[in-house]
């Protein structure tokens, strides 16, 4: 019989037996078994996942997802709305089918079971967002060699589904509602802040947060900070990325409204809100939203969502000719994914203008065949 050279197993008292060999950890690692073989076999399991670079330490193993989970919720580097975020993502959709599932144990049958069943009770964004938190706690267990590979494979589960594609606003549009906002006195002073939207490209968030010193001269806002209401309370924070903290310029006839809503809507501190509620606190989301359908639905533009007015300002700007590089540092974007679909968009537009004037050439053609003047 073949001398085994991995690992050693020992017959304990109780007529057991125990297999142990060390690890690329340099841990001692050890398993019981009723019968002699079954420990030499799993000996022999241990060895051949070390040979396929498959191997992960038992112990670790055994950690739960719930125990990844809470030192993932406590990283330090967690902004404090995204941590206050990610705890309510975990306790109302991750929590209860995962909390004590060994993390070896979670399969990708397990999470697109998991998928399928919070789909039916859970909006796109949520499930989304409860998604790829899922799948950044597996990561770490990954890392941990805990598993060898992440469950969460599921293609686009990561990305919500709209009901229908983004679309951005012509120029001309974005002025009607700001007319039309122009026209109440309730909602003239968020005039100023529709427009910065929608020529300015700026986040809810961001242009909420805007203070009276971000007001720089030479008609440019300087974006340092984000806002959003997070379990009941606001949670001021930077913004959504490091590309975030930037200047963004405003066209002169925006710059120009801006003043004069500073003059008539914004107290003389510095710290005072740019943009904000008739009392100077921060503006809530949901009444933005009313507030902005409401003056669409007035001018007769009810297939259009508030955030389409950030769509507008990328899609304005792509259509300038800028690029990729100048799009994302205006936006505030770390990669160049969103900026190229935007200048995308602006391709499509660019098609539209060589239809039109390839009809002004056909226009002209026909005029200088039935010019009489025409040698002939």
């Not at 050279?5 to 020992?10: H, I, K, L, W």
């Not at 709305?81 to 144990?105: F, I, K, M, N």
């Not at 008609?219 to 309370?233: C, F, N, T």
């Not at 975030?244 to 003059?263: D, N």
């Amino acid at each position: 019989m073949a001398k085994r050279t991995f690992g050693t197993v020992d017959e304990l008292p109780s007529g057991r037996y125990r297999a142990r060999y060390r690890g690329p950890d340099g841990r001692r690692h050890a398993k019981v078994f009723g019968t002699k073989a079954d420990a030499w076999a799993w000996l022999a399991t241990q060895q051949t996942d070390l040979l396929r670079k498959a191997w992960r330490a038992p112990t670790a193993s055994r950690r739960t997802v719930g125990d990844y989970a809470e030192d993932y919720l406590a990283r330090n580097d967690l902004r404090a709305s995204t941590r206050v975020l990610y705890a309510g993502l975990w306790r109302h959709h991750l929590a209860e089918p995962w909390t004590d599932v060994p993390v070896d144990e979670v399969t990708p049958a397990a999470v697109r079971s998991w998928h399928a069943k919070a789909g039916r009770a859970t909006g796109p964004t949520a499930l989304a967002q409860a998604y790829r938190l899922l799948r950044a706690i597996l990561n770490v267990a990954v890392a941990d060699e805990a598993v060898a590979s992440n469950p969460c494979r599921l293609r686009g589960a990561g990305t919500p589904k709209a009901s229908r594609p983004s679309r951005a606003l012509t120029a001309a549009e974005a002025l009607q509602l700001a007319q039309q906002l122009g026209k109440d006195r309730r909602t003239e002073r968020y005039r100023a802040l529709l427009l910065v939207l929608a020529f300015g490209g700026l986040r809810f968030g961001e242009a909420t947060a805007l203070r009276r010193s971000d007001v720089l001269p030479g008609g440019r806002l300087r974006v340092e900070r984000s806002v959003r209401r997070v379990g009941g309370q606001w949670v001021v924070g930077e913004p959504k990325t490091d590309a975030g903290h930037r200047t963004v310029a405003l066209p002169a006839a925006i710059v120009a409204l801006v003043e004069e809503h500073l003059e008539k809507y914004v107290v003389a501190s510095p710290d005072a809100l740019l943009f904000s509620t008739s009392s100077g606190g921060y503006l809530a989301r949901s009444n933005w939203n009313g507030t902005f359908r409401r003056a669409a639905d007035a001018i007769g533009l009810q297939a259009v969502r508030p955030h389409e007015l950030r769509h507008t300002g990328a899609t304005l700007a792509a259509a300038t000719g800028a690029t990729t590089k100048e799009l994302m540092r205006r936006l505030g974007h770390s990669s160049p994914a969103a900026a190229l679909l935007y200048q995308h968009a602006a391709d499509d537009r660019d098609a539209e203008i060589a239809r039109a004037l390839d009809a002004m050439l056909g226009a002209a053609g026909e005029s200088s065949e039935d010019d009489p003047d025409r040698d002939g």
